[in-house]
């Protein structure tokens, strides 16, 4: 089981960056996906998550700038994110959850991607 996460970089205040997480079939045709995000000296937070029909969840952080989407087809889950600010700075990660459903408790998911940094500069 792997997830592979890809994506992250080094973008200006205000710009756009989109993540990608490819996983096994097995771990992506039924299960609920997520990212979270860690930055230095934070805990881990939730970030979004989208359920195996497509219903998705955001943090208050995010809601309205960035947009998880998945392609079932291609076994990838996706964030797009735009109008970056410096708060937004962290290590993302995807998860598969436990269930079909989207969460947002880190412990609702069994499976985890190795983290891509993004780093956004004011």
């Known amino acids: 089981v792997q997830l592979q996460a890809s994506g992250g970089g080094l973008v200006q205040a205000g710009g756009s960056l989109r993540l990608s997480c490819t996983a096994s079939?097995?771990?992506?045709?039924?299960?609920?996906m997520g990212w979270f995000r860690q930055a230095p000296g934070k805990e881990r937070d939730f970030v979004a998550s989208i359920a195996w029909n497509g219903e998705t969840t955001y943090s208050g952080a995010v809601k309205g700038r960035f947009t998880i989407s998945r392609d079932n087809a291609k076994n990838s889950l996706y964030l797009q994110m735009n109008s970056l600010k410096p708060d937004d700075t962290a290590v993302y990660y995807c998860a598969a959850a436990r269930s079909s459903y989207g969460a947002t408790t880190g412990r609702s998911y069994q499976y985890w991607g190795q983290g891509t940094q993004v780093t956004v500069s004011s």
């Open positions: 079939r097995r771990i992506f045709s039924n299960n609920g």
